[in-house]
């Protein structure tokens, strides 16, 4: 029974100093095995049960086969934090006392990480959002850097203050000067794609910067519209594919649009395709919305 509920916790895992601190030895673990109660899936660390482990069981045992002190990191624990979605790949782990190399399937780093910077997430030790954002700094691409950064802030997983905290206690992190210059560029937070692809043209064009995701209380109703000029009284609505193919949505973006219109703002709904294949014309649409009335 203890079995099971130690594997419960920790996603279907176990590793073999927990079975032998459960009292069972070479033998009985290898009977177990041969009944197909227990599935290896990395060196010292079983599947109770069936082999089919979830993505967060996949994690805990890669962290497991690691030893004591081992922390989910990198892609791994930017996807279990729920910051990126998984690709398959070797799962990184960091272990302070250098085990873990040499396993397949996951890629181990020895190195220190402040206490400050661990978290425990569905019983698994995981680097913090702030240093999981300045551990893929180190070898992620600027633009994707800045995506990852700006989809934190809007889910609320980080924001300046952790970031600029996590740098702090980080000198000489190979990431820290990639974050760093992110950072002091001012990265706004965005809720999609498309309005990141939006914001960075109209940024590059040299447009004046618009407010992002800005509260609004308009007949009693909080309404946050995308990209906002707030002197210009102007709305830029990022229509992507989701609201394309759901009819609730623009129902209720049709809402929202009416309610903005009826306090005197005026509305640009934008595609995905506009702002990817004429991008020009859209720069256009927005700079003609934003002239002064003759």
């Not at 782990?93 to 978290?119: F, L, M, S």
């Not at 030790?125 to 600027?142: G, K, N």
Request: include cysteine; aromatic fraction near 4%.
């Amino acid at each position: 029974m203890r079995l099971a509920e130690l594997a419960a916790e920790q996603g279907g895992a176990v590793a073999t100093r927990q079975l032998v601190g459960l009292g069972l030895d070479g033998r009985a673990i290898h009977v177990r095995v041969q009944r197909g109660q227990l599935h290896r899936c990395f060196h010292g660390v079983y599947a109770v049960g069936h082999s089919a482990l979830s993505l967060t069981g996949h994690f805990a045992a890669a962290v497991l086969a690691c030893g004591d002190g081992a922390i989910l990191m990198r892609y791994a624990a930017a996807s279990h934090l729920a910051m990126l979605a998984w690709e398959e790949r070797d799962v990184d782990v960091a272990t302070p006392r250098g085990r873990g190399r040499g396993i397949p399937g996951i890629r181990a780093h020895r190195c220190r990480i402040d206490p400050r910077d661990i978290w425990t997430r569905g019983n698994v030790r995981v680097t913090s959002p702030a240093r999981t954002i300045l551990d893929l700094a180190a070898t992620m691409a600027a633009h994707d850097l800045r995506r990852l950064v700006r989809q934190a802030q809007a889910e609320r997983h980080v924001n300046v203050r952790a970031l600029l905290e996590i740098l702090s206690r980080s000198r000489g992190h190979r990431g820290a000067a990639k974050l760093r210059a992110l950072i002091v560029d001012g990265p706004t937070p965005t809720r999609s794609v498309l309005e990141d692809h939006a914001l960075e043209l109209i940024l590059h064009a040299g447009i004046e910067r618009p407010e992002v995701n800005p509260k609004l209380s308009l007949d009693g109703r909080s309404i946050e519209p995308d990209l906002l000029w707030r002197r210009q009284r102007l709305v830029v609505e990022c229509d992507g594919r989701r609201w394309h193919g759901d009819p609730l949505a623009q129902r209720s973006d049709a809402a929202r649009q009416a309610i903005l219109e009826a306090h005197g703002h005026r509305v640009l709904r934008i595609t995905w395709e506009q702002v990817v294949n004429h991008p020009q014309q859209t720069l256009a649409r927005i700079r003609a919305a934003l002239a002064p009335s003759p």
